[in-house]
T-cell receptor, first 110, second 115 residues
Framework: GENVEQHPSTLSVQEGDSAVIKCTYS??????FPWYKQELGKGPQLIID?????GEKKDQRIAVTLNKTAKHFSLHITETQPEDSAVYFC?????????FGAGTRLTVKP | DTAVSQTPKYLVTQMGNDKSIKCEQN?????MYWYKQDSKKFLKIMFS???????INETVPNRFSPKSPDKAHLNLHINSLELGDSAVYFC??????????????FGEGSRLTVL
C-alpha cells in the first residue's frame, strides 16, 4: 500500500520568512495530493491540493509543487504569519485510498 | 452552522467500559469516515462508509464497531476500552469517496481518555 513520509516533523521560522514542508510517496499510481492544516483543538482543513497532471499550484502565500518522477511533493508558505502556526499534513490518494503523512508542526515566531 | 459535528468532545472513562461517539454531517455528503489521531498527531483511517455501506475497514480491533443508520450519521462504538484506545477520534465526510478531488471535511474531534 501507499506510504507517505513527511519532513520535517517540527519547523520553527521567524515571521515573514518562508517555510517548506516536504513529502515523498511510494505508490506511483497515486494521483491526488492534498495538504491539510490542523489548528490547535480543531480538525484538519484542506488548504491546497494538486493533481498528478500539474507540476505546481499557487494560492496567495501558499504553493505546492509535485515531482512525479521522484515521487515527492512540497508545500511552500511565503511571508509566514503567526496564524500560520499549526500542524500540516500532506496526503497521497490512489483511487479511494488516502494516506496521510505524519504531520509537521510549524511555529511562526512573531 | 456546524458542517460535521461529533459528540462528545471529551470522554474520560475506565478501562473495560463501553462507549460511543456520535457523528452527524449536514453537508449532504455520501461518504463518512472515522480517523484516529494518536499523541504524536499521526492520523490513521479506521473506517469509511459510502451511502451507509462499509467501504474501508482498516486493521482495527473488532472491539470497534461503526454504525451508519443513514448517510448523514456515522457512530463509533467501542467495547472493552483499553489504555491504548486513548486518542482523539475524528469524524469526516466527503462528497464522493476520498479519491481525486474528494475534500475531507473534519469534525472538531472527540478526545477519549481511558484510565
Amino acid at each position: 500500500g501507499e506510504n507517505v513520509e513527511q519532513h520535517p516533523s517540527t519547523l520553527s521560522v521567524q515571521e515573514g520568512d518562508s517555510a517548506v514542508i516536504k513529502c515523498t510517496y511510494s505508490d506511483s499510481a497515486s494521483n491526488y495530493f492534498p495538504w491539510y492544516k490542523q489548528e490547535l483543538g480543531k480538525g484538519p482543513q484542506l488548504i491546497i491540493d494538486i493533481r498528478s497532471n500539474v507540476g505546481e499550484k499557487k494560492d496567495q502565500r501558499i504553493a505546492v509543487t509535485l515531482n512525479k518522477t521522484a515521487k515527492h511533493f512540497s508545500l511552500h508558505i511565503t511571508e509566514t504569519q503567526p496564524e500560520d502556526s499549526a500542524v500540516y499534513f500532506c496526503a497521497a490518494v490512489n483511487n479511494n485510498d488516502m494516506r496521510f503523512g505524519a504531520g509537521t508542526r510549524l511555529t511562526v515566531k512573531p | 452552522d456546524t458542517a460535521v459535528s461529533q459528540t462528545p468532545k471529551y470522554l474520560v472513562t475506565q478501562m473495560g467500559n463501553d462507549k460511543s461517539i456520535k457523528c452527524e454531517q449536514n453537508l449532504g455528503h455520501d461518504t463518512m469516515y472515522w480517523y484516529k489521531q494518536d499523541s504524536k498527531k499521526f492520523l490513521k483511517i479506521m473506517f469509511s462508509y459510502n451511502n451507509k455501506e462499509l467501504i474501508i475497514n482498516e486493521t482495527v480491533p473488532n472491539r470497534f464497531s461503526p454504525k451508519s443508520p443513514d448517510k448523514a450519521h456515522l457512530n463509533l462504538h467501542i467495547n472493552s476500552l483499553e489504555l491504548g484506545d486513548s486518542a482523539v477520534y475524528f469524524c469526516a465526510s466527503s462528497l464522493g469517496t476520498s479519491g481525486i478531488g474528494g475534500e475531507l471535511f473534519f469534525g472538531e474531534g472527540s478526545r477519549l481518555t481511558v484510565l
